[in-house]
């Protein structure tokens, strides 16, 4: 049994002081108030569950800094983010991974839905291992400490407009899998670990037609994979337009024409919708992934979080470009995002906030996300001393902190972060290596 004590921990029920986590394994065996037992690793500042990033395409962190030149919108960003998969091998997608794995975990990340669709070679032929791409990143993921759920993403159409679908352009092919039942027939090779899960996704209305968006659905009910569905949805005004233009509805009500609406679906970004959008994603107690740092850096606009979780949805976050990496910002994000729409404060409480930063169970961790007993055991500590935590109150420490107050991360009860070190070494080195291998290429 290992021990682990913190001045301070957020708990299920708030903040508590002088807290002991016994470990047995990889959960929390006893949680207990006192002082520090001798052979107890103390931890600095304040406690918090392990933050679940819930929206990742590890690959778009090679974007950073990279997209500003000459302004343009969400379409021309899309452009160089094809530039850069179509650099991608399995080699080198692992290492970038790797890398972008463990800068998440120095931020206090210990579980990551990855939103996976860059699945064959770049002329859309399948690797002798059809699934080398998907295995690359379980193994990057292992290897960063932080536990994975590769949303394997079925992607079929190149674009939508008022005409129809569109065939996989060029830059797409590699993708594709041609239909629900080739994709099918590849995910049922990858397998679930101790610390990956193999979970699905559609990329988009815009991507899957109709007819295969119901067989999607109809698979993914069968239980011939976890049960867990995302989808971008209405992240942008032309993809609202396009799909009334062409199915007469909306994408909320596309999917939940499918059957695709219940517990297990996240709606990611679910920037632009209509108040019966909002309903039937209530609702269906679905759960909108939102994704503010990408949303607020590609101009996508604000989501009704506060209408959202009204109306009976759940709420989420991820880090999805990559543009920053820090769970902390993307909470602050959620909530001053709110104040500008509305121009009021406080539209999430804390305990809100905190609910959808470590939402594990959305992507299929729901063992993780909670200091309780019985839980996984992660932990991450967060420095109350730092010049931009010294004097904030730790239950509110939300508000202050950043990804760099990070001390310490314990996932399942191993060390992963120590002292701001992460087991793999200098991430930042790594990180540079690694994109610039990329666009060397």
Aim: glycine share 10%; hydrophobic share 40%.
């Amino acid at each position: 049994m290992t021990k682990y004590w913190a001045e301070f921990a957020i708990l299920p029920d708030g903040l508590a002081r002088n807290v002991t986590f016994h470990i047995e394994g990889d959960v929390f065996d006893r949680i207990e108030s006192g002082q520090p037992q001798g052979d107890a690793h103390r931890l600095p500042g304040v406690a918090l569950p392990g933050f679940a990033n819930t929206h990742s395409h590890a690959f778009h962190r090679a974007l950073r800094g990279r997209t500003h030149s000459g302004g343009g919108t969400f379409w021309t960003w899309r452009s160089r983010m094809y530039d850069a998969a179509r650099r991608l091998n399995p080699d080198n997608y692992l290492t970038l991974a790797r890398a972008t794995y463990a800068e998440m975990a120095l931020a206090g990340v210990t579980s990551v839905g990855e939103f996976h669709y860059v699945h064959h070679a770049p002329d859309g032929t399948p690797y002798d291992n059809p699934n080398a791409m998907g295995e690359a990143l379980q193994q990057a993921a292992r290897e960063a400490g932080v536990r994975l759920t590769l949303l394997d993403t079925c992607y079929l159409a190149g674009g939508l407009t008022a005409d129809g679908h569109q065939p996989l352009a060029p830059e797409q092919r590699r993708f594709g899998d041609g239909d629900v039942s080739a994709w099918a027939e590849r995910v049922s090779q990858l397998w679930d670990d101790a610390t990956t899960r193999v979970g699905t996704a559609i990329h988009s209305v815009r991507a899957v037609p109709r007819a295969q968006l119901q067989e999607f659905v109809q698979y993914v009910g069968q239980g011939q994979t976890w049960q867990t569905m995302h989808a971008h949805v209405s992240e942008q005004p032309a993809e609202n337009e396009a799909c009334e233009a062409f199915y007469g509805m909306t994408p909320v009500e596309l999917l939940s024409e499918a059957g695709a609406l219940g517990p297990n679906f996240s709606a990611v970004h679910a920037t632009h919708l209509t108040g019966a959008d909002i309903a039937s994603l209530g609702n269906a107690r679905a759960t909108a992934a939102f994704c503010p740092t990408t949303e607020r850096d590609l101009a996508d606009g604000i989501g009704p979080a506060r209408e959202l979780l009204d109306a009976g949805a759940r709420l989420s976050l991820g880090s999805d470009q990559h543009a920053v990496i820090d769970p902390f910002e993307e909470v602050r994000g959620l909530e001053s995002h709110e104040r500008l729409r509305t121009l009021h404060r406080g539209r999430l409480s804390q305990d809100e906030l905190i609910a959808a930063a470590t939402a594990h169970d959305t992507i299929g961790w729901s063992e993780a996300g909670a200091l309780r007993e019985g839980a996984k055991a992660d932990l991450v500590a967060v420095d109350l001393e730092s010049p931009r935590t010294a004097g904030v109150p730790a239950e509110f420490v939300l508000t202050a902190a950043t990804a760099a107050d990070v001390t310490d991360v314990i996932r399942d009860g191993d060390p992963v972060v120590s002292d701001r070190q992460h087991r793999l070494g200098d991430v930042g080195r790594l990180l540079t290596e690694a994109i610039d291998n990329l666009w060397e290429k």
